[in-house]
């Protein structure tokens, strides 16, 4: 029974961290989708080019 109980624990633990990995990857687009158009907004074609690939790096 404990080498179930441990299974089940590090199972636990995987799902928590992919759990937190995609909120972080989500909260790092949304972050990306507002630099983005501010860049759009202001002109500046280098940090929008840099930005577009950082995102598509994550998607």
């Known amino acids: 029974?404990?080498?179930?109980?441990?299974t089940y624990e590090v199972m636990l633990g995987l799902a928590a961290?992919?759990?937190?990995?995609e909120a972080l990857r989500k909260r790092r687009c949304d972050i990306l989708y507002r630099e983005i158009d501010t860049a759009l907004a202001m002109g500046d074609e280098t940090a929008f080019r840099n930005l577009t690939?950082?995102?598509?790096?994550?998607?």
């Open 1 to 6: 029974m404990d080498k179930m109980k441990a």
């Open 17 to 21: 961290e992919m759990v937190w990995d």
């Open 53 to 59: 690939e950082e995102l598509k790096s994550l998607a």
